[in-house]
């Protein structure tokens, strides 16, 4: 099953800024600049690079993509959270039964 991860696209001009991008075909991440043909700046923005040779522009600091691609959702707290509980309340049960 493919794991998807949502991060802020760099490329301006799309619907959304949003871009959904499956982290289990990431090869590798770099820093890099990205060049603003609007303003004709320089901008500093996060690259991934896929395993078939494709690569994405984000808008989020490298320490963000990391935590994202280190494969737990980032909005998933309330599931990790519910599932402790489960896990703790199932312990009491065994403990109690001694």
Not at 17 to 43: C, L, Y
Request: aromatic share 8%.
């Amino acid at each position: 099953m493919a794991t998807f991860r949502k991060f802020k696209n760099a490329f301006t001009g799309n619907v959304s800024d949003d871009i959904w991008i499956n982290i289990d075909h990431i090869a590798s991440v770099f820093e890099s600049i990205n060049p603003q043909d609007e303003t004709n700046e320089m901008k500093p923005c996060v690259t991934l690079y896929s395993k078939e040779g494709t690569s994405w522009n984000v808008d989020e600091p490298i320490s963000e993509v990391a935590r994202k691609l280190q494969g737990e959702p980032v909005q998933d707290g309330m599931a990790k959270h519910y599932q402790q509980r489960v896990d703790d309340v199932k312990k009491i049960g065994d403990i109690t039964k001694l």
